[in-house]
């Protein structure tokens, strides 16, 4: 896929996994709309056809404690 197909395609679905090389896979969002309630978004990168350094969406990630202030 090229960049822009890649970017359409999660954009088109909200939500995604696609692989990621090898027998590896990653869920990708379109917006934190579609990550639980906790978490947060972080940019995500993956290599295209066209361009190693894509930015396909983001990932859902959990937030560790500090992050609301609070003592790990």
């Not at 954009?11 to 934190?32: E, K």
């Not at 056809?49 to 990630?61: T, V």
Request: contains cysteine; negative net charge; glycine residues 10%.
């Amino acid at each position: 896929m090229t960049c822009q197909q890649a970017r359409g395609f999660v954009a088109s679905r909200g939500a995604a996994v696609l692989g990621t090389g090898g027998m590896t896979y990653d869920r990708f969002v379109r917006d934190r709309r579609y990550c639980e309630a906790t978490e947060i978004t972080s940019n995500a990168f993956v290599p295209t056809r066209d361009n190693p350094q894509c930015q396909i969406g983001y990932r859902c990630l959990e937030p560790s404690q500090d992050w609301f202030g609070e003592d790990s």
